[in-house]
């Protein structure tokens, strides 16, 4: 009997086949998964913002930015058997959910966590096999470790499998 | 970067907001009523500090499909603002607005009904920012509205994340408002980093 693990905002969660792991509600946020396709080890992570290096007082929260989040996936994934060298990333989200006209950094934040998605995982030179990223609606992912499938949902557009 | 954290806000903070709270609602329902000719009246606005998670929870969940408005803020200060209103609510305004002419089936709107919303949006927001300029003595200018019909969970990333630099938790104000039928309104407030000190310095609020 599987289980479809649910990861919150700003959350990461890690599980092994046959469960799937699921995150509601992409907007700017980006979903990035991961996966050891021998061991069948997955990872979820849904991260907020870019970079951790933006907040400079309190506790950091690892699963709320780009490069910690990955960074703290990767370790427990590995810690439950998964091989770094081996990971395949597919990714999710970094909508743009308003037009507003004239600049405003807010509007660009969803770009801005894709690149640094991106940058990441090349920089630990883990490929990505997929993306749905951009746009302006929302998304909700599940990921299955044991096939490797991403299904993503939006309103008004079904779901596709990537 | 400021050392200002949302989550050790001050009680004085929140007085304060939940008076322009109190005030911008007062103003957007007379400004609605106005607008769909017939009188809307509201509950006594709440101001919480909420965890991502609460507020999904009080709009029935991350998936839920809402009507998010969005307007930039320029002048004195900078940010945002945003307006989100449930689906049923939404289309019970619109059918007043609209006076009979047909709307999309189900929880689909059409351009016009789209149109509708906006304005709607637009007269509400505009109500709140009017108040909080006339308490604080700032000059504050919204953008043209921009609306989208997404996802609970989707809507929110977006002050989620402006006030994730912050700390954890979001900012409410919740807004029941009604004419024949209930609805609910939730309302965010924004501001960009530097313009917190300057709302508060305005109103005199020293902070610990």
């Known amino acids: 009997m599987s289980n479809i693990v649910k990861v919150g905002m700003a959350d990461l969660k890690i599980c092994s086949s046959p469960d799937g792991l699921t995150t509601l509600g992409l907007g700017s946020c980006v979903g990035i998964a991961l996966r050891d396709p021998i061991t ?40 439950k058997g998964a091989v770094k060298e ?10 743009m959910m308003f037009q507003i006209q004239g600049k405003n950094d807010l509007m660009q934040v969803g770009e801005r966590n894709v690149e640094a998605t991106k940058k990441k995982l090349q920089q630990l030179r883990i490929p990505i096999l997929a993306n749905d990223t951009g746009k302006n609606y929302g998304r909700t992912v599940i990921f299955y470790p044991e096939s490797g499938d991403f299904v993503i949902k939006a309103v008004g557009k079904g779901e596709n499998i990537i | 970067m400021s050392d200002f954290s949302l989550d050790n806000v001050s009680n004085t903070y929140m007085d304060v907001l939940r008076e322009i709270g109190n005030i ?43 009507i998010g408005v969005f307007l930039g803020v320029e002048g004195d200060i900078t940010g945002s603002i945003m307006f989100l209103i449930e689906v049923n609510s939404a289309k019970h305004l619109i059918s007043k ?41 700032l000059k504050i200018y919204p953008s043209p509205p921009s609306l989208t019909v997404d996802m609970a969970g989707a809507i929110l990333s977006v002050p989620a994340i402006e006030f994730g630099i912050l700390g954890d938790k979001l900012l409410l104000i919740q807004s029941q408002f009604y004419d024949e039928v209930e609805m609910n309104g939730y309302f965010m407030l924004v501001p960009d980093l530097e313009s917190y000190s300057t709302i508060l310095n305005s109103l005199g609020v020293v902070l610990s």
């Open chain 1, 40 to 79: 069948k080890v997955g990872g979820l992570a849904h991260i907020m913002l870019p970079d951790s290096s933006l907040v400079t007082h309190g506790t950091l929260n690892k699963a709320k930015f780009a490069d910690t989040g990955i960074d703290e996936l990767i370790r427990q994934m590995v810690a």
């Open chain 1, 86 to 95: 081996r990971l395949k990333a597919k990714i999710a989200g970094g909508a």
């Open chain 2, 24 to 66: 911008g609602a007062g103003n957007a329902m007379t400004a609605l009523s106005l607008m769909l000719q017939c009188r809307v009246d509201m509950r006594v606005p709440q101001v919480r500090l909420l965890d991502f998670s609460e507020v999904c929870s009080m709009m029935g969940g991350e998936e839920q499909i809402m």
């Open chain 2, 97 to 137: 607005i609209m006076m009979g002419m047909a709307g999309a089936e189900g929880d689909e709107f059409n351009e016009m009904e789209l149109s509708a919303m906006r304005e709607v949006g637009n007269i509400i927001s505009g109500a709140y920012l009017n108040s909080l300029s006339m308490l604080t003595n």
